[in-house]
């Protein structure tokens, strides 16, 4: 974990009171701390640094529930390292494979970050603009493959081609990635471990839906937004399942209750405003969606499209 990050680390378990972490370093290899622990001053909770990998989850538990489980497999690693690197391989990964949400970024910045970064494509084009970039996701099998990538800029991975066949690929970084200023941590994106206005642009993809609280993960997402000249990319295919959140939680979907309708519109008026709950308010300054691709083999994909919302503020 890069030294870059520590003044912004702040206890989750502790919030909506924000506790600094106090390092204790075991070891540490050219600038970045490879073991140790981060600890809270109040409620005495240690989070662990091993292998470089901040685990900064405050309930273990968080980790398993809602079927997180399955993306620890590494297959699904492997499915996600093809839809958001695809067109690296010359992959036709959806409607401009991720170099589209790359274009829906702020243009420069002091500090970025992304909720739910999965293998971290998006997380690594924020590094280009940012003086530093963060991706946070709660499997680590995501993060440890974004940081492996991030140190040795190439890896290779397979993916089934038919039946018990597989197809190789081998993942390059282009040279003119930054990756000295990136880095991932294991999060919960519920209780985000960052000090209130640490970031200029904050990222939510295909994240809502998926979460227990989708609430609670949006207030955590403008906590840590700065209150000014910040800038929010949000998008969801909002497929609503009791199996994430049960249904009075979800932001869309349903005919009755204060989120009856359209997860979309829903999302929308919450960032502008309504019932105060995210404040300052943000303003809509442009709308879309965007289809991506999931591979299962060769001759079968999953196609999904995703809703999306650029706020500034």
Known sequence: MK????PHLICPTCLPKEYPLQPSITKELDGEIETGLLTCPRCR???PVQDGIA???SNPDSATSGGQWRYEDQEMTARYLWSQYGDLLGEQTGEDGEIGWGGLLAQSGAAAFEAGCAVGRLTFEMANRFGFSVGCDLSSSFIKTARRLA??????FSLPLEGNLTEAFNLQLPVSWQTGNVEFIVADALRLPFAANSFDQVVSLNLLDRVSYPLAHLYEMNRVSANQNSSFLFADPFSWSTSAAPEERWLGGTSQGPYSGRGLDNV???LEGKNRVLIPAWKISWSGSRTWRMRTHRNHYEVISSDYLIAAR
């Open 55 to 57: 685990n900064l989850v």
């Open 268 to 270: 929308r008026a919450l």
């Open 3 to 6: 030294r870059i990050l520590l």
């Open 45 to 47: 909770q240690d989070f």
């Open 151 to 156: 140190r040795n800029r190439e890896l290779s």
